[in-house]
């Protein structure tokens, strides 16, 4: 399942005492009237694929499982019941419209 959307949040990289690590990414989509967040998170040597995304960003996010949770942030945390993500797509810019007078008639 795919999750298009802008990048709302990227969380640090939590480490345990055991060495497992994990990281949450949370991806704001608009759809219709209503604004959804949905958050996915990245497992062990997987974390890395959150490097480089920025907030505002537009992604597409592929997730590991069908269910996908709605996020939600209280006091400054974020909770929900988060799928896996296997792949992060960053979406290209659209090529910047050409100045009207370098346009040939």
């Known amino acids: 399942m795919d999750i298009t959307g802008k990048v709302k949040f990227i969380g640090e990289t939590e480490v345990f005492k055991s060495g497992f690590q ?13 604004t959804n967040q949905y958050g996915c998170e990245a497992f062990k040597d997987n974390v890395s694929r ?8 537009e992604v597409t996010v592929t ?12 006091n400054g945390r974020w ?3 988060l799928p896996t993500a ?20």
């Open 22 to 34: 994990k990281r949450l990414l949370v991806v704001e989509n608009a759809d219709g009237d209503y």
């Open 50 to 57: 959150f490097d480089g995304l920025s907030v505002g960003q």
């Open 63 to 74: 997730v590991f499982d069908n269910t996908v949770g709605k996020c939600h942030e209280y």
């Open 79 to 81: 909770f929900a019941d």
């Open 86 to 105: 296997m792949k992060v797509h960053v979406e290209t810019d659209p090529a910047p419209e050409a100045d009207a007078e370098s346009i040939p008639f």
